[in-house]
Structure formats: C-alpha cells, structure tokens
C-alpha cells in the first residue's frame, strides 16, 4: 500500500492552527474561569455585606419583620418559615445559579448567633442574560479572529515554504545530460536552502568532472581500438585475395572479418556515446533511411547461411532523416544481428513507415517481460555487466540520441518485436 505523504506547508500549517485552536481554548477556559471567580467574590462581598445589616437589625430589633421583594428575599429556617424546597437543601456557604420560582439566584446560607439558619437570596436572572450578551459578541470575535490567523498562517506558510518548493522545481528541471548545471535559489531564500543548494552545486560540479572523465576515456579508448581493428581488417581483406588458400582457412578469414566489422561498429557506438548530443547533431546529415536499411539487411543475408532462416523485407516507406549515417547503419545492424544470433529457423521481417519508425520481428527464442524490464533496469543502471553489450549498448545509444526503443515479446511469446522511433529525426 502506497503511502501518500502531505508536504511541509500543510504540516506547518495544521500544527499552527491547531496551536491557536487549543490557545484560544485555553484563554477562554481562563477567562471564564476568572469571570466566575470574580462573580463568586462580588456576589459573597454583597451577600455578606447585606446578612451582615439584617442579623444586626435583629440583635436590635428580635421582631424585625424582612419584606421580600422579588428581588432580594431572606428565608428563615425555623417552624412554619415558607421556604423553597431548592433553598432549603442548601448547606451553609455561598451557592450560584441556583433555580427556583422561574430564576436564577445566588443563595448566602448562614446561621446566626442562636444557630438559628437564614438564606439570603439575590435575583441574577437578568444579570446572566446581560452577560451572555456581552459574551456573545467575544465569542464571535473569537471564531473570526482564529479565521483570519487560518487565513494568515495559510498564505505565511506558502511564502516561507516557497523557496523550497522553488529550490525542487529547479532540481526537477535538470537535465542527466546537460552539463554545468547549477541550483540558483530566491532572494528570500534561508540559510538552510543556502546550504542545501550549495552542498548540490557542489556535487553537480563534481559530476560534471565525472562524466567528462569518462567521456574522454570511452573516446581515447575507442580511438586506441580503431589502428589495431583497421590492420585487422586489412591484413583478413589481403590474406582473402591469396591464391591457393585452403577453404577451411578461408571459411575462419570470412569470420574474422565479419567479427572485424562488428567490433568496428560496437567502437564507432562508444565513440558516440562518448559525444554530447550537440555535437552529434552537427555531424548529422540527410539520409534516405529506407535505402540504408534496405543496404543493411543485404549485408546480413549471409549470417543466415547454415540456418533454415530468412530476411524478409517488409513495406520501407521512403523517408529522410537528418542523422550521423554511420550511427544509423550500426543501430539497425545490431537490432538485425541480434535477431539472427537469437532465432534458429522462420523469417525474420523487417518494416519501416512513413514516420521513420524501423519494426523488426524474430521467431527466436523470445523475451519474457521480465527478462525485458531486466533489459530496461540495466539500461537505467547505466550498467551491462553479465548480458554482453548487445541490446542494452543499443538502447543506450537510442536514448543518448533521442530515438525511443520498444522491446516487446512476439505474439503468443513466440519471438520478439523491437520498434526503432526515429521519428524526432525526420527531415522538414
């Protein structure tokens, strides 16, 4: 199961907001809890205040009579005293938002010098309305501040994450084969990216030696491999003229000059793998690509002498390309080649259409997919080290020179199909 991952601004982002959530949540539990606390003081400073008058008006006056007036009401508890049930279970102390006779009140319960218990009540049914009002409007004020800070923290977010996502747009832009490359970062650009991009720089650069190290390696390599492999190929060519040759000798001078050529061809592919693109561009010329594969398929009618196999040239389209002639000429031998060395018996059949694209199908032994994303893998890797340098040099020269290469097994597994495109080639 694949994981999707949420990128950094949106974790920043939710982390922020969240942080707000539970702040504000935090100071209004605060606030309310010092609102309460205040209350609770004022109404126990009132309360006590009043109880404090009407015990010394009965010290002064036992027959005092208290006249309840809705507003504020004392209840005596002795015989025959008309108190609310919900009063009269109270303990002594102070008790808020307690409900009787259709209100809210705050009850003081005190006993006085002859223990005897009263319950001083103040009516605050109007005074909790009057403060929900108030709160109503903090509470909105709330919500509408927390978002504006989602609002504000959404887009500060993006702006402090966007030089990093700047920084992997730019490193998504670079090209394995363009050299001197280099990361450029914004001006609001941190210290961190800074060392990023130069840690990256710095590995581009090295890269960059690499690569031309190796280039100019290939190429000194391929250029040594050229004198011995032309003396060969002239010494196979004089030793074939020479009357009286055994027929045995000959038939091993024939195949010496067939794997002369060969490696020819596989040293003219590094030498062009071990060019820029650019440069093989400005050796390109316009080739008539049904003619050079037509030439191409002649020249390896012979490999099929001593097999029950034929070369079979389907429909050529006439088509121009502007390409290196000779790059041509190695790539669609090596595919032809590789279908004969591959197939034992049938026809081998070679087509190309009018978009310069070269189809080439073997009744051979055929590739499994796996065999062929073992194929691709190896390619990606860069590396051909236990599979010869067949297909997989060939699919790396495709791909340096921009002509995708499509392995497929035949139909039925029987075979195998490889399509050229040189499409991006074609002439105007």
């Known amino acids: 199961m694949i994981r999707v991952r949420s990128s950094l601004a949106r974790q920043v982002g939710v982390g922020l907001v969240v942080y707000g959530l539970l702040l504000s949540a935090a100071l209004f539990t605060h606030g309310l809890m010092v609102n309460e606390h205040a209350e609770r003081m004022?109404?126990?400073?009132?309360?006590?205040?009043?109880?404090?008058?009407?015990?010394?008006?009965?010290?002064?006056d036992p027959d005092h009579a208290w006249s309840n007036n809705g507003k504020l009401d004392l209840y005596r508890f002795d015989a025959g005293a008309q108190v609310p049930p919900e009063?009269?279970?109270?303990?002594?102390?102070?008790?808020?938002?307690?409900?009787?006779?259709?209100?809210?009140w705050v009850v003081l319960v005190r006993d006085d010098s002859h223990q005897t218990r009263h319950a001083l009540a103040l009516d605050?049914?109007?005074?909790?309305?009057?403060?929900?009002?108030?709160?109503?409007?903090?509470?909105?004020?709330?919500?509408?501040?927390?978002?504006?800070?989602?609002?504000?923290?959404?887009?500060?977010?993006?702006?402090?994450?966007?030089?990093?996502?700047?920084?992997?747009?730019?490193?998504?832009?670079?090209?394995?084969?363009?050299?001197?490359?280099?990361?450029e970062?914004?001006?609001?650009?941190?210290?961190?990216?800074?060392?990023?991009?130069?840690?990256?720089?710095?590995y581009l650069g090295r890269n960059d030696r690499f690569v031309e190290r190796e280039r100019a390696f290939i190429d000194s390599a391929s250029h040594e491999l050229r004198t011995p492999l032309t003396v060969i190929r002239?010494?196979?060519?004089?030793?074939?003229?020479?009357?009286?040759?055994?027929?045995?000798?000959?038939?091993?001078?024939?195949?010496?000059?067939r794997t002369t050529a060969e490696m020819e061809e596989m040293?003219?592919?590094?030498?062009?793998?071990?060019?820029?693109?650019?440069?093989?561009?400005?050796?390109?010329?316009?080739?008539?690509?049904?003619?050079?594969?037509?030439?191409?398929?002649?020249?390896?009618?012979?490999l099929c002498e001593g097999k029950a196999l034929r070369l079979v040239l389907g429909s050529l389209a006439p088509c121009i390309v502007i390409a290196p002639e000779a790059v041509v000429r190695v790539t669609v031998a090596n595919l032809v080649r590789n279908a004969i060395e591959h197939s034992d018996q049938g026809d081998i059949c070679i087509w190309l259409d009018a978009s310069a694209r070269v189809e080439i199908r073997d009744p051979g032994h055929g590739m499994t997919p796996e065999e062929i994303s073992a194929l691709y893998a190896r390619i990606a890797r860069g590396g051909d080290r236990g599979s010869g340098i067949g297909l997989a040099l060939?699919?790396?020269?495709?791909?340096?020179?921009?002509?995708?290469?499509?392995?497929?097994p035949g139909p039925d597994g029987q075979g195998t199909r490889v399509r050229l495109d040189l499409s991006g080639s074609l002439a105007p």
């Not at 109270?90 to 809210?104: A, M």
């Not at 504006?148 to 994450?161: D, E, N, P, Y």
């Not at 060939?394 to 497929?408: F, V």
């Open 124 to 183: 605050i049914d109007g005074f909790e309305a009057a403060e929900w009002r108030l709160m109503r409007p903090v509470i909105l004020f709330s919500i509408l501040a927390m978002l504006l800070l989602s609002v504000a923290i959404f887009f500060g977010v993006r702006l402090l994450t966007g030089p990093l996502r700047n920084l992997a747009t730019r490193i998504a832009d670079l090209a394995p084969d363009r050299r001197g490359q280099r990361v």
């Open 267 to 302: 040293v003219a592919m590094l030498l062009m793998l071990a060019r820029v693109p650019r440069r093989i561009r400005d050796a390109s010329e316009r080739i008539r690509l049904d003619e050079v594969v037509s030439a191409v398929v002649e020249d390896h009618r012979a």
């Open 87 to 104: 009063v009269s279970a109270l303990p002594p102390g102070l008790h808020d938002e307690v409900r009787f006779n259709d209100n809210e």
């Open 185 to 202: 970062l914004s001006r609001y650009a941190s210290t961190e990216l800074e060392v990023i991009a130069a840690s990256l720089n710095d």
């Open 234 to 257: 002239g010494a196979t060519q004089v030793a074939r003229v020479i009357d009286g040759i055994p027929a045995a000798a000959l038939s091993q001078l024939e195949r010496i000059a």
């Open 42 to 60: 004022l109404w126990q400073a009132m309360l006590d205040t009043e109880m404090d008058i009407i015990f010394a008006r009965l010290r002064d």
């Open 394 to 408: 060939i699919a790396r020269l495709s791909e340096h020179l921009g002509w995708p290469l499509d392995i497929q």
